[in-house]
T-cell receptor, first 112, second 112 residues
Framework: GNSVTQMEGPVTLSEEAFLTINCTYTATGYPSLFWYVQYPGEGLQLLLKATKADDKGSNKGFEATYRKETTSFHLEKGSVQVSDSAVYFCALRSNAGNMLTFGGGTRLMVKP | EAGVAQSPRYKIIEKRQSVAFWCNPISGHATLYWYQQILGQGPKLLIQFQNNGVVDDSQLPKDRFSAERLKGVDSTLKIQPAKLEDSAVYLC??????????FGPGTRLTVL
């Protein structure tokens, strides 16, 4: 079946540091890949997505590239801010339906 | 545009009691999802509705969980009787067919 594995947190960084959160997946076919963010006390929000190999999703300074050869979709940001502190979830959607499979989440804490 | 509404936001019950959660999706969204998010884990799909019909309920513990979406709009998720391991955040999401899922703020259930 489908599965998503992402690095465990918490990840603690200083403001303006470079961020990488690793995500790898197992799926049949050609899934779409997503990063969701969950700010404290709020619901999940879509951060970015990529629907085919070599696509790069980007939003709010965050980027992730769909790497089929390594089955990865790592999240990166060049300079994090305190407001980026949240839990980040990697997810995939199989091409057979709209069901999402999520990773376990990675908590990011950014200190001023 | 109003987002996905859920109530209550918090619920504390004792084991073997019953509980119900309510979700009102974004207007016009035919697809509705219920997810269970256990602390420290990613959301897991429990059931997916298309209008008032069930598309996927393969991960719903049917001996104690039930869900309905009468009239294809609002939905309720019920647990009867609750167990300690049901403590989690229950997320509702909605989407247009095959499109991005929008999540509500969730209901945090604590079973004592």
């Amino acid at each position: 079946g489908n599965s998503v594995t992402q690095m465990e947190g918490p990840v603690t960084l200083s403001e303006e540091a470079f961020l990488t959160i690793n995500c790898t997946y197992t799926a049949t076919g050609y899934p779409s890949l997503f990063w969701y963010v969950q700010y404290p006390g709020e619901g999940l929000q879509l951060l970015l997505k990529a629907t085919k190999a070599d696509d790069k999703g980007s939003n709010k300074g965050f980027e992730a590239t769909y790497r089929k050869e390594t089955t990865s979709f790592h999240l990166e940001k060049g300079s994090v801010q305190v407001s980026d502190s949240a839990v980040y979830f990697c997810a995939l959607r199989s091409n057979a339906g709209n069901m999402l499979t999520f990773g376990g989440g990675t908590r990011l804490m950014v200190k001023p | 545009e109003a987002g996905v509404a859920q109530s209550p936001r918090y619920k504390i019950i004792e084991k073997r009691q019953s509980v119900a959660f309510w979700c009102n999706p974004i207007s016009g969204h035919a697809t509705l999802y219920w997810y269970q998010q256990i602390l420290g884990q990613g959301p897991k799909l429990l059931i997916q509705f298309q209008n008032n019909g069930v598309v996927d309920d393969s991960q719903l513990p049917k001996d104690r969980f039930s869900a309905e979406r009468l009239k294809g709009v609002d939905s309720t998720l019920k647990i009867q009787p609750a167990k300690l391991e049901d403590s989690a955040v229950y997320l509702c999401a909605s989407s247009l067919l095959g499109n991005e899922q929008f999540f509500g703020p969730g209901t945090r259930l604590t079973v004592l």
